[in-house]
């Protein structure tokens, strides 16, 4: 078990740039979760798949924000046109469902933190 | 919507001692999952403890226990015998069970506590 892997762990990048987070799930895990955490808060739910499948998005998810998981593997958090409000950190967790009914935990990477100048 | 209460921003224990951190939630659902996580400075979460909601019998792991109060929607972590290594930000989770049309899956997280763990 090799864990959640991101990456980059740091990116430091000015307004108004692209900037794009990679996420490698625990293996055999099928669902993958995009969260944001800033200074002195909880996680809050982005985005989350199933599969290659795009489940659900979070409200918090603005037109900016695009995620994907080709072939249901590693995923991609992409945010276009940065804005200093963007600056946290990006946390990747992966989970083993099955069946609608599942109490498999979340695990989590270490995170990405982007800062914007 | 459901809503993960933490009211205790900051609590220190002395190393040996025991410790209970409180966590509060508002769900008009009966099935669900709730979590308490574990957020080292600069490391990563990793999950301490977990209670399914049906289950009336308060989860234990080490030197870890909850007091899962369904009725009080009341969900307290006690960590008895302290060590430094404890030191951490702990957050109340909670997830939705099965499907209720809504979030699946995804943790809803409290604010956190800071706990501090005194030599």
């Known amino acids: 078990d090799t864990g959640v892997s991101q990456d980059p762990r740091h990116k430091i990048t000015k307004r108004g740039q692209n900037v794009t987070f990679r996420c490698d799930p625990i293996s055999e895990h099928n669902r993958l979760y995009w969260y944001r955490q800033t200074l002195g808060q909880g996680p809050e739910f982005l985005t989350y798949f199933q599969n290659e499948a795009q489940l659900e998005k979070s409200r918090l998810l603005s037109d900016r924000f695009s995620a994907e998981r080709p072939k249901g593997s590693f995923s991609t958090l992409e945010i276009q046109r940065t804005e200093q409000g963007d600056s946290a950190m990006y946390l990747c967790a992966s989970s083993l469902a099955s069946g609608a009914r599942s109490n498999q935990p979340q695990h989590f990477g270490d995170g990405t933190r982007l800062s914007i100048l | 919507a459901q809503t993960v209460t933490q009211s205790q921003p900051e609590m220190s224990v002395q190393e040996a001692e025991t410790v209970t951190l409180s966590c509060t939630y508002d769900?008009?659902?009966?099935?669900?999952?709730l979590f308490w996580y574990k957020q080292p400075p600069s490391r990563q979460m990793i999950l301490v403890i977990r209670?399914?909601?049906?289950?009336?019998q308060n989860a234990t792991e080490n030197r870890f226990s909850v007091n899962f109060q369904k009725a009080a929607k009341s969900f307290s972590l006690k960590i008895s015998d302290s060590q430094l290594g404890d030191a951490a930000m702990y957050f109340c989770?909670?997830?939705?069970?099965?499907?209720?049309?809504?979030?699946?899956?995804?943790?809803?997280f409290g604010k956190g506590t800071k706990l501090s763990v005194k030599p």
């Open positions: 989770a909670y997830r939705s069970a099965g499907n209720y049309g809504g979030s699946q899956g995804n943790l809803i």
């Open positions: 209670q399914e909601a049906y289950k009336q």
């Open positions: 769900t008009s659902e009966s099935d669900y999952y």
